[in-house]
């Protein structure tokens, strides 16, 4: 956000000032606290400091109450440092967890910002206010920028969507998704709003003026239709419910389409679902749609009274009346709509319509009916309601009433009436008014996309804004609730399926190493319940074509159906909700009630006929493709034919809203969708509260965490490979070759060239995938090469330009010259006699034309002169050519050889390769041999499954036929239990017949014998202990058959009954004792036999899982010998290292020995020795302890090494006697362990890395060290190259001492994360103590076992005394009878004892119930451990890329440094030469000067000459006679004079010319020295600028930083001291020393980049080879499974057999059962019994047949798997070989061109020398200059800096004057809005007593009227009848009596109806009134 202004006021509720949080004293604080997060019931998390740690649990104090609690270590989560707080990305967070996620949201939500980024979409939570933060300004801020130079808001996420839309021609979609009462409505509304703005349409033409909307904000027509189409909408369609004031009770779908040049081409709404049912009724604190109250309120009177409107109170379908909600003003709101509906085009006429179909609608509830008594028919007593309706629809009142009392149904080919009961009726008036609604927003919605489209413009893409109603739960949830939440549904899995399968999918598909995130929240299962076939949706179509069908038929079988369904729940008996589903937000719980009706949606036929020839046409037009479903239809659905359907008739409401969900679903697919995730904080609408369990379920709900895990894992950002080249070559010139390159090898290249951190991006097969802000950094960095290569581009052409104007501005200044000169010239000879002789004499000589042909010849000279000169200049040219053609030959022959080289190379690995290939073909053949098998043995086992299945149906089949006689069986064993009691007092008779009691005995002695092999049956099955008690109740019915044999014999044994009584009594406790005994022994033998059988299977797997510690054992142990041999290696490059240091010492010494030699002993020198020595025993010393240093990390190392194999063996031996639940934990460690050595790996590594760096700088030590004696021994000036040399010295100490401060950071990051180390060892030591405790008490378990084992055995033994007593005692048995009750209190006895052996059961159930809970706790540590390393790792990720990013600032820094010191170079330079010009041309012009004085003396002396020859002349043509002779003569004189002078004149001008010339490049020179100094003068003032700007901004990243980076400040602050002192001695042998440097150094670089390759390529080749490695194990591991497979499979066909076999003895079980049951009727239970455990086992047995195939199934693909794999490894195995034989060549190559550079490097050093001594003295005299003008530069900049501190200071305590200034006015401001709210809260008071007032006022006034027409009518009344007895007393006189009795009885009755008729025309009046 570089671009944005943080003080900016109006970016206050969008902006946080980062400085504030970044003060040191709380970060202190902070981390001297431990402050962690601790769960809370109300508020979600607290803070709380740690105090001490008790086992698993810590003792925290809470930080609001200081209160002290215990807290288990699992729930407390990690808290960020401060400067963490308020992060606009929560993908930044350093912690990531709910308690962080949800502080940062709460903290940001109370500072006023409620735009917070997730990862990839951004989180909205609703404010309950109104914000400054959607105003034409932020518009502005927001056009055009990118997501990160902004704040978040939803117009940065709408903009991405359109620039996106533009760049990749692809449409796009934005989701507002959330709860209701979220803000998707609002949302929606500001991304129009912005898409208006940004993409509106320009104006055609004047006539079209812009129009403006409320927020101030211009658009075209268009874009203002755009905008007034939602308050419509919002009017028409919205609500209040109890969560949301401004709830969308349908869905709509914004279509906005741009042409190609982005603007809006046009725009379409869909809508969904309108919730018509609220028309009729609606929930208490409620309202209808808005528009209802709008119109009410908002009409005037007389268009009330035109449209038959009334108060809200009066109308049944608005059941709340007139609630008012507050914050909307329904007046304003109607003029609002009426304006927006003009704006849309709907003309008045269209809007009164409207009005009159609302009004009708709202009419339609005020028709009262009554049912007639006799009859079922209804009634309408009063029909006024009725003609309102009819008047308003525009039909007629006995139409309508006829159609609603006694519609015409058609039966056959007949119509016939019928009669309506009063409930019929009011559905029917529902239904019509419903349906009138919805035709209406329908017709709405039409006329406004009409209004939209645009036909002319054709739309390229489109953006889609969906608002769709929010998931609700409301107390009882009906049929469009279902609808709503299953569109949620479908959402919410878009959601998921776009930001966490399709992201990771494209992941694998790209072949990038990834760890698969799972969200946890598969929707499906829900969405298959509500729209599968035989789901909710399809049952409630199905039970509307039944006409006898109803809600509740409908419900049960939904329950039927649905019952196992996970996500379905049965309601309880108590709870009024009929079903509940699991949705992802939670249970809601729905009731069925009216759920066919709506989804039928019938109307009555008749009133919709009417409506369609209605008299309005707009009730024609809104009705006239009406589609119902009558009520004929509604009652015959079926024909005898079957089910028939019309075309267009019948489509329920469920099925059309599928549909449309399902298209609007692959419009959604097929766009780019972009989520904004909207939070509902409270559900009291209250600003500024935050309900955190709300929110926390919301964040679960909508995959916060892991949308932001998988950004910060995961690369959102990608780009193919050809658009990357494209788009970023700019960035790495000359890096791609010329010519064909894959795009693959060339993006490599690139990244390569651009040197990004590899954790930054993945290279996959057809993308490069970037994490997120790289691809935004790299974008900034082609802006600026862009405006780089645009502003040098831009200078070439104004220089080129410049240039060209000032040659011609030459050339006509050179041209004026001659021309003046000529003229000049001409008007001076123009008069002279001479000249005009000369001019006509010159064409007659013939001397003119020799001179021309001299000319001619002259010229043709030159031309021939040129030619030659231009072939030869040809002829050398193609020497050269020839020569390197030569050159090229020699080469191209080497290169030849060198490819025959490669060729005959490639030929041997294409045989190697081959041999290779028959081989693995013939791996490939064996596979696919056992394949065959595997699929062969399958089929059989297919087979073999489908005959038992056959085999199983029979059973069913039989066992079914015994479930019957089973049920009578178990009543009658109760009966039979009743009787046996009675048997064994019978027994009693049988024993004076000793006889038969022998028989009997035998009888039982071979029962029991029988019970003996039963139970050794039982014994060998495991599990079938109710076969025994069959068993022994059959021997029992037995006994009971040859009871009544023995009855006729009762009286005789009951004799000798008494004498054995008291014996047998004994006995028979005893045996009932040890039957209970037996009873219980062989339960808990049962259950010890599934232990055991338990404890075998868990052996098994102990095996398998002790062979996998083995394979992990063995694995360690290579990686062992692997370190070992990194330790060798390292103890080698060691002793290089001492043999190189030993003979760096050799050569110091003889250098020493040298200078001794040659150098005079000064104090000086020794001085520098001195120091010299000094630094040299600190690199020893430093160099020392290094390796010091390392030797002990190697034996800490291994140390740790051989601990860890200790504890690894401890642990297998311990693994060998552990349950399977230890197992899995000593899996997950050793997981784990594997991940710690690989992380250690990487350091060693990390640290090898370093110590070859350092080795590296030591070895470049050396050379300098070796150069600088050879300088010492070859120089002259000893004393001055000695200074030089130890200022190098100097230097390279401080190279050192860098390079020893990133190595001391690199041991420092080395200790923390070893520190890490023995925390997660700690941690480790801790879990394996659990695990022995575990142990330890499984231990105890199994000794436990072992005694109840002996105790069994101990049992049993008894069991078999007993059955010697048993035999003794059977004789005794009749004496039983009176003991009876004393057994069934003995019975009740060994009830309790079961009952006590159940509680011990359940506490053993409950230990390991504990044990387990121990072990969900150990995972879950491991999980939070792994969670915590993983933050780690990105933590320790960021900070590398920082600390490279303060690398790379640096090395940019110093570079412009150097740019800065060659341009100071090359302007002195130029300044020196320009003034040595200057010099040269002002000795120049002094001698010009002389010259021409010197030539005007010479002319002065001609003048005086020409003077006196022309006296002479005249003297001589006076005297003519005498010297005729001697004219020619003088002629000849004359012409020599003539042309002396002519020449003297030329002379002249020449002079003149060259002296102009040289006047004016003294002026050009002075005018570019003035510039010059101009230019440097800026460069040097924008440089500081510039500088000043980058310290700024390494300042303030330093102060992020903190305390780290304050030490890397200083150090390079020392830095650039020490570099300004060096420099000067630098600049001495730079000269001498930089081309040897640069060859030397490029050189160098050639060969670390060949190593590092090298390197890598060895590394491949062994990461390779390892992965082959693995891979063979993998096959090998799969064979040894399948085997194990097969061998399961040979078991289960055993265990088959042995199932088939106790089949078969369980149908001669069968069998005798059945004989018994012939005989006796009470011994069916038992055999219903043993058939339902029959079922059972069978049942089970197929499951297990099931899971078998199954896993072989899973083992074959495993298997095709690995093969492909091999195969895929060998053939990159194969290209790894050839690459390494590649780069082995290329490397031998390389070395010799080393070599032959070595030569070179060697003679150029030689020469440059020389050339060295000569140069040194001239840059020393520019040195001092610049030492001078240095030493200046440097005191201005340290005024700046001092300046810049002082600046720093005031600013923070501007800010911190700031700060508090910004705390009051939040303070005042709250004030404010309390005291508003308070004012609020009283005026509404106010104005409801107002109300209340004006209400009794007007009921008194009316009471009064009343009461004045009650006085007036009674005073009328009194005035008539005291008439009436004046009338009477008269007529008294003149009639009888019995006349005037009949008068009486005739007159008076009919005046009182008059009377009566009167009030009430009076009432009616007042009514009227």
Known sequence: MADVDRSDPDLKFLVVDRNAFSDPATQAEWSQKRLVWVPHETAGFVAASVKRAQGEEVEVELVENSKKILVSRDDMQKMNPPKYDKQEDMADLTCLNEASVLHNIKERYYSGLIYTYSGLFCVVVNPYKRLPIYTEKIIEIYKGKKRHEVPPHVFAITDIAYRSMLQDREDQSILCTGESGAGKTENTKKVIQYLAFVAASKPKSSSHLPASNEGGLSFGELEQQLLKANPILEAFGNAKTVKNDNSSRFGKFVRINFDASGYIAGANIETYLLEKARIIRQAPDERTFHIFYQLLLGASKEFKSQLLLEDAKNYTFMTTGGLRVPGIDDIEEFTATQNAMKVMGISDEDMTSIWRVISASLMFGNMEFKQERNS?????????????????????????????????????????????????????????????YERLFKWIVTRINRSLDRTKRQGASFIGILDIAGFEIFELNSFEQLCINYTNEKLQQLFNHTMFILEQEEYQREGIEWKFIDFGLDLQPTIDLIEKPMGIMALVDEECWFPKATDKSFVEKLVTSHAVHPKFVKSDFKSTADFSILHYAGQVNYSAAQWLMKNMDPLNENIVQYLQASQDPFICHIWKDAEIVGMAQQAMTDTQFGRVTRKGMFRTVSQLYKEQLSKLMVTL????????????????KKAGKINAPLVLDQLRCNGVLEGIRICRQGFPNRIPFQEFRQRYELLTPNVIPKGFMDGKKACEKMIEALELDPGLFRIGQSKIFFRAGVLAHLEEERDLRITDLVVKFQAYCRGLLARRNYQKRVQQLNAIRILQRNCAAYLKLRNWQWWRLYTKVKPLLQVTKNDEKVMQKENELKEITEKLHHHEAEVQNLDKQYQQALEEKNILAEQLQAETELCAEAEEMRARLAARKQEMEEIIHDMEARIEEEEEKVLKSGEDRKKLQQHIQDLEEQLEEEEAARQKLQIEKV??????????????????????????????????????????????????????????????????????????????????????????????????????????????????????????????????????????????????????????????????????????????????????????????????????????????????????????????????????????????????????????????????????????????????????????????????????????????????????????????????????????????????????LSEVSANLEEETRQKLAVNSKLRAMENEKEHLLEQLEEEEGKAKTLEKNFSTASQQLAEARKKAEEESEQVAKLEEYRKKQMKELEEVQHRMEEMQSANDKLDKSKKKMSAELDDANIELDSHRSKVLELEKKQRNFDKILAEEKMNGERISTERDNAERDAREKETKLLNLNRGMEELQAQLDESERSRRQLQAELDDLVNTQGTADKNVHELEKAKRQLEQELVEQKTQLEELEDEL??????????????????????????????????????????????????????????????????????????????????????????????????????????????????????????????????????????????????????????????????????????????????????????????????????????????????????????????????????????????????????????????????????????????????????????????????????????????????????????????????????????????????????????????????????????????????????????????????????????????????????????????
């Open 975 to 1316: 009966q039979a239990e009743a009787k046996m009691k009675q048997f064994e007092e019978q027994l009693v008779a049988s024993d004076d017949f000793k006889e038969k009691f022998g028989k009997d005995k035998k009888n039982l002695e071979e029962k029991l014998s029988d019970v003996s092999a039963t139970l050794a049956e039982e014994e060998e099955k495991a599990k079938h202990l109710l076969k025994l008690k069959a068993k022994h109740e059959s021997t029992i019915g037995e006994l009971e058959d040859k009871l009544r044999k023995d009855n006729q014999q009762k009286g005789e044994v009951e004799r000798a009954k008494r004498k054995i009584e008291t014996e047998l009594g004994d006995m028979k406790e005893q045996v009932l004792e040890r039957k209970q005994q037996v009873e219980d022994m062989q339960l808990q033998l049962g259950k010890r036999e599934e232990e055991v059988a338990q404890a075998l299977m868990k052996v098994d797997e102990e095996a398998a899982s002790k062979a996998n510690a083995q394979k992990s054992l063995r694995e360690l142990e290579s990686q062992l010998g692997e370190v070992v041999e990194d330790l060798e290696a390292e103890k080698e490059a060691r002793n290089k290292a001492e043999k190189q240091k030993r003979d760096l010492n050799e050569e110091l010494e003889a250098l020493k020995n040298e200078l001794l030699d040659s150098l005079d002993v000064t104090a000086a020198q020794q001085e520098l020795r001195t120091a010299r020595e000094k630094e040299l025993t600190d690199i020893k010393k430093s160099l020392e302890s290094e390796t010091s240093n390392h030797e002990q990390m190697t034996t800490e190392m291994r140390h740790k090494h051989s601990h860890e194999l200790g504890q690894l063996n401890n642990q297998l031996d311990l693994i060998k006697k552990s349950k399977t639940q230890a197992e899995k934990g000593k899996a997950q460690l050793e997981a784990e362990l594997a991940d710690l050595a690989n992380e250690l790996k990487s350091v060693s590594g990390n640290k090898q890395e370093a110590e070859r760096k350092r080795k590296q700088l030591e070895n470049h030590a050396g050379e300098l060290n070796a150069k600088l004696a050879e300088s010492e021994s070859r120089s002259t000036d000893a004393q001055e190259r000695l200074s030089k040399i130890i200022n190098e010295m100097e230097s390279m100490a401080t190279q050192l001492q860098e390079a020893e401060t990133r190595a001391s950071q690199a041991s420092k990051s080395t200790d923390g994360l070893e520190t890490q």
């Open 669 to 684: 697919r097929n766009t780019n969708p972009n989520f904004v995730r909207c939070i509902i904080p409270n559900h009291e």
């Open 376 to 436: 079922d028919q209804a009634t309408l007593p009063d029909n006024t309601v009725a003609q309102k309706v009819a008047h308003l629809l525009g039909i007629q009142v006995t139409d309508l009433t006829k159609a609603f009392l006694k519609p015409r149904i058609k039966v056959g080919r007949d119509y016939v009436t019928k009669a309506q009961t009063k409930e019929q009726v009011e559905f029917a008036i529902e239904a019509i008014g419903k349906a009138t």
């Open 1556 to 1969: 102009q010339q040289t006047e004016d490049q003294k002026m050009r020179l002075e005018v570019n020295m003035q510039a010059l100094k101009t230019q440097f003068e800026r460069d040097l003032a924008a440089k500081e600028e510039a500088g000043e700007e980058k310290r700024r901004g390494m300042a303030k990243q330093i102060r992020d930083l903190e305390a780290e980076l304050d030490e890397e400040r200083k150090q390079k602050q020392a830095a650039v001291n020490a570099k300004k002192k060096l420099e000067t001695d630098y600049k001495d042998l730079e000269s001498t020393m930089d081309m040897n440097n640069k060859l030397k150094e490029d050189a160098l670089k050639q060969l670390k980049k060949l190593q590092q390759a090298m390197k890598e390529i060895q590394r491949d080749a062994e990461e390779a080879h390892a992965s082959k490695n693995e891979v063979l194990q993998q096959s090998k591991d799969l064979e040894k499974k399948i085997k194990s497979l097969e061998a399961d499979l040979v078991q289960i066909q055993e265990d088959l057999s042995a199932a088939e076999r106790a089949r078969r003895t369980a149908e001669s079980e069968r069998d005798e059962l059945a004989e018994e049951l012939s005989t006796n009727g009470s011994k069916g239970a038992l055999a219903i019994d043993e058939k339902r455990r029959l079922e059972a086992k069978i049942a089970a047995l197929e499951g297990e047949l099931e899971e078998e195939q199954t896993q072989v199934e899973m083992l074959m693909e495993r298997a095709r798997k690995a093969q492909i794999s091999t195969e895929q490894l060998t053939t990159e195995l194969a290209a790894e070989r050839g690459n390494a034989q590649k780069m082995e060549n290329s490397k031998m190559m390389l070395e010799r061109q080393n070599k032959e550079l070595k030569v070179k490097l060697e003679e150029v050093e030689n020469s440059n020398r020389a050339k060295a001594k000569a140069a040194i003295a001239a840059l020393e005299s520019k040195v001092t200059n610049l030492e001078e003008q240095l030493s200046a530069e440097a005191q201005e900049r340290m005024l700046a800096a001092k300046g810049n501190r002082k600046l720093e200071k005031k600013i923070k305590e501007l800010l911190m004057q700031l700060e508090d200034e910004r705390r009051h006015a939040d303070q005042y401001k709250e004030q404010n809005e309390k005291t508003n709210g308070r004012m609020k809260a009283m005026r509404r008071q106010l104005d409801e007593a107002e109300e209340e007032i004006s209400r009794e006022k007007a009921h008194r006034r009316k009471a009064q009227r009343e009461l004045d027409d009650y006085v007036e009518s009674n005073e009328s009344m009194n005035r008539e009848i005291n008439n009436l007895k004046n009338k009477l007393r008269r007529g008294m006189t003149g009639l009888p009596s019995s006349r005037l009795l009949k008068g009486r009885g005739s007159v008076v009755p009919g005046d009182d109806t008059i009377a009566d008729t009167e009030s009430v025309d009076g009432g009616g009046e007042e009514s009227e009134k």
